[in-house]
């Protein structure tokens, strides 16, 4: 897994602009959580909330928030779908995303309804990477 800056990027996950990841599983169910950039960037993560299990959600639209004790942020899910899982783990726990964001921090399992017509939509392997690299360079401009 690259590290950019202090940032890690995975180039075996898919990601939205809006800094969610998806993992495919084996099983078709594609699972959800927030990059290392945004989880780093947000500070300490004080609440997560979700959608619950059996909810639909679409490509690029929200399925829940996360909160800081600075900032509250809307969580955009990578494929149209229904939620299928939901780490409560992470909702009682949501320091959970600051600490292993691509592990014990994942959110939510999808069961895509669109995947083939969405995954090109998503950024992937060294075009993550370039992608992470260009949102590192405009926050330090900020």
Known sequence: MPKIDRY??????????????????????????????????????????????????????PFGEIETSKWVGELYSPFTGRIVALNKEVVENPRLINEDPYGAGWLVEIQPTKMNEEIPKLLHGETAVEWLKREIEARKKK
């Open 8 to 61: 890690w990027v995975s180039t075996e996950l898919y990601y939205t602009t809006e800094h969610t990841w998806a993992r495919i599983e084996e099983n078709g169910l594609v699972k959800v959580g927030v990059n290392d950039f945004a989880s780093k960037s947000a500070g300490e993560i004080l609440f997560v909330e979700i959608l619950q299990i059996g909810k639909e959600v679409e490509y690029m639209k």
